[in-house]
């Protein structure tokens, strides 16, 4: 549970993404995630600060809802991505 979380943390690091391009990139790292997941989840990110959104014009209807990390969510994915690597780093010495 936590761990799709992070997931969608991690794609929208970057640059701001449109909620079915956030689908998409899960998807092509072989999560398979459905539209009625990821909408509470987002929703559940903003709620706790970890993301905020931007509507931003589309060419092909009305304007698209981007989700980007905050400063905040930014500090809780790093921190997050050192966790997983520590503990990856003890898995393997197992």
């Not at 559940?44 to 589309?58: F, Y």
């Amino acid at each position: 549970k936590g761990f799709l979380a992070y997931c969608v943390l991690k794609v929208c690091a970057h640059e701001p993404k449109y909620t079915s391009d956030i689908i998409r990139r899960l998807s092509e790292a072989e999560l398979v995630v459905v539209e009625g997941t990821i909408y509470p989840l987002l929703s559940r990110l903003q709620k706790d600060g970890l993301l905020a959104h931007e509507w931003q014009e589309s060419e092909q209807g009305p304007p698209r809802k981007y989700y980007r990390l905050t400063d905040f969510g930014q500090e809780v994915t790093e921190h997050i991505t050192k966790k997983i690597t520590e503990l990856n780093t003890t898995l393997k010495k197992l």
